[in-house]
Every structure is written in structure tokens, then in C-alpha cells.
């Protein structure tokens, strides 16, 4: 049985730990607050390149537009984490790629964002092609976009017919997390004809002078960063979501187990104080009688 001394120093650790997990709460709402903000604001940029790649292939008109080669490969781009405390958010990935193994072999290459993600990923037994490390802050995201497309750009070139999918969690319109998987290269068909679909805001419709195979292929290009973009900003925001989920479990059961110690201090410390009236109220009465008698 524990002494009063213990119990009251396993409260004392229950305390700081909710003084920890208080923390990683306000950093999460911190971190969600960002990349929401930052996901508003590329939506609306979004929703420009599309516009004016929408304009672009009206323009194109008859504009011949080459068909998506025939891929003999897939390059996956994984989205994890570096930190913890996201309960099960890398093994989503894991399970994803598990999941979608009939549809992304042969795998030639296989980046990976954030060191925790790429470690689940090799015990899994996937071979990494190269980790990245995961952006803690909206400022972070350009730069790592960056560097994936210019890798993806280095594999494709030495084998342009390899397809790169993306695989992220994202959160769900129940608050829940989720993994997602999106193709990103080459472009299909499908994007072309939602981008000439896509209606431009104004009722007048503008029109691209001097359109030419380059001025696509910048609007292309962009539309492809912003694709990939997009799916970090999500991993974040669906990161740090999992964490506030994650902080708000531990808090509860903080809770709960403190209850539980100071339940059981209270009962041992009650039980020593009537112990040590018991002694006292002992001692005077037999201090009592050896009064009498000596009367």
C-alpha cells in the first residue's frame, strides 16, 4: 500500500504533466489557427490559377495537347509528421499505402515528410527514397514543396513515365482525421476538362493574349504546386488537429486518475489522523488510570 509521501508525489507528477499537456493544447489550437488561415488564403489563390488555366485551355482552342503517357511506375509522396503526441496519424499512412499496394506498384520512389512517418513507413518494409522534414510553421511549406517537386522533376527525368501519387491525412467535415490519396503526376484528363469548366467570377469573360506551349505549361506547373501545397497544409492542419485530440484524451484520464490518488490520499491521511487519535486518546486514558491508582 502506498504512504502518504507517495501518493502525495504521484500528484505532484499528475500536476505537471497537465501542466504539460495544457501546453501542447494551446500549441495545437496555435498550429490550427495557422494553417486554417492558411489554407483560406490558398483557396482563394487556387481558385485564380484555375481560372486563369481555364481561360488558358479556352483560349488554346484547338491547341494540340498531348496525351498522358502510359506510366510503368508510381512514386508515392507521403505526408507525416516529425513530432508525436498524434496518436495514430502516421499509421493511417501506413495502412493507406497497405490499402492501395495493388494500385501503386511497382513503387520506384517513395519521399517521405517527417521523420516518424518514415520510420512506420521502414518498419513496414518500405524503402525510402528520401525524408524531408515536416514544416512546423505555414512559412515552412514553400520551401518543402520546392524541394519535392525538384526530386520528383530528377526521378521523372530519368523516367518520365512514372506517375507520383500523394498520400496525407486530412480532416474530415466531422472533425475526424482520415488518410487521403490524390495522383499528382502525370495530369489526367479529368483536371483538364474540371479547369475548362471552371467559371471565371466576373460576368465578362477575359481572354489570354499571346497564348503559347510555355505560358500553359507555367499555369500547369503552378497548378501542380498548388496541388501539393494544398496537401501539406491539410497533413498540418489534420496533424495538429490529432494533437489537441490526443491532449484532450490524456487530459481526461489526468483527470481521472488524479481523482482517483487524491480519493485514496484523503482515505490513507484520514486513516493515519484517527490513527494517531486513537494512540492519543489511548495514551491518556492509560496515563489516566495509573493516576487513579496512584491516588
Known amino acids: 500500500m502506498d504512504s502518504v509521501s507517495t501518493l502525495r508525489r504521484r500528484i505532484g507528477n499528475l500536476d505537471d504533466l497537465r501542466l504539460v499537456v495544457k501546453t501542447m493544447k494551446a500549441m495545437a489550437g496555435a498550429g490550427m489557427h495557422e494553417f486554417e488561415q492558411t489554407r483560406q488564403a490558398l483557396e482563394a489563390y487556387s481558385s ?30 507521403v505526408i507525416g509528421t516529425d513530432l508525436g503526441m498524434v496518436g495514430q496519424f502516421n499509421d493511417y499512412l501506413v495502412q493507406q499505402l497497405q490499402a492501395a499496394g495493388t494500385t501503386l506498384k511497382p513503387a520506384t520512389a517513395v519521399w517521405v515528410v517527417g521523420e516518424r512517418a518514415a520510420e512506420a513507413l521502414r518498419q513496414s518494409g518500405h524503402a525510402i527514397a528520401a525524408v524531408y522534414p515536416a514544416p512546423q510553421s505555414a512559412s515552412a511549406i514553400a520551401p518543402l514543396v520546392s524541394r519535392l517537386l525538384a526530386d520528383i522533376d530528377s526521378e521523372r527525368g530519368a523516367n518520365a513515365t512514372v506517375a507520383v501519387t500523394m498520400v496525407f491525412n486530412k480532416v474530415t467535415s466531422g472533425a475526424e482525421v482520415a488518410p487521403a490519396q490524390l495522383r499528382l503526376l502525370p495530369a489526367s484528363g479529368s483536371w483538364r476538362e474540371d479547369a475548362r469548366r ?24 503552378e497548378y501542380v504546386f498548388i496541388r501539393l501545397y494544398e496537401a501539406v497544409v491539410q497533413s498540418c492542419l489534420a496533424e495538429n488537429t490529432a ?38 486518546i489511548g495514551g491518556f486514558a492509560a496515563l489516566s488510570d495509573v493516576q487513579v491508582r496512584a491516588d
Open 243 to 280: 494533437r489537441l485530440a490526443a491532449m484532450q484524451r490524456a487530459g481526461k484520464n489526468i483527470d481521472d486518475r488524479g481523482r482517483d490518488l487524491t480519493l485514496s490520499f484523503n482515505r490513507l491521511r484520514q486513516g493515519t489522523i484517527d490513527a494517531e487519535l486513537f494512540d492519543l
Open 198 to 221: 471552371c467559371a471565371w467570377p466576373p460576368a465578362s469573360q477575359p481572354e489570354m493574349l499571346h497564348l503559347d506551349a510555355g505560358t500553359l505549361n507555367t499555369l500547369v506547373a
Open 48 to 77: 485564380t490559377v484555375v481560372g486563369a488555366l481555364s481561360v488558358a485551355l479556352k483560349t488554346a482552342g484547338g491547341m494540340p495537347m498531348p496525351a498522358p503517357p502510359r506510366t510503368t511506375g508510381t512514386g508515392v509522396i
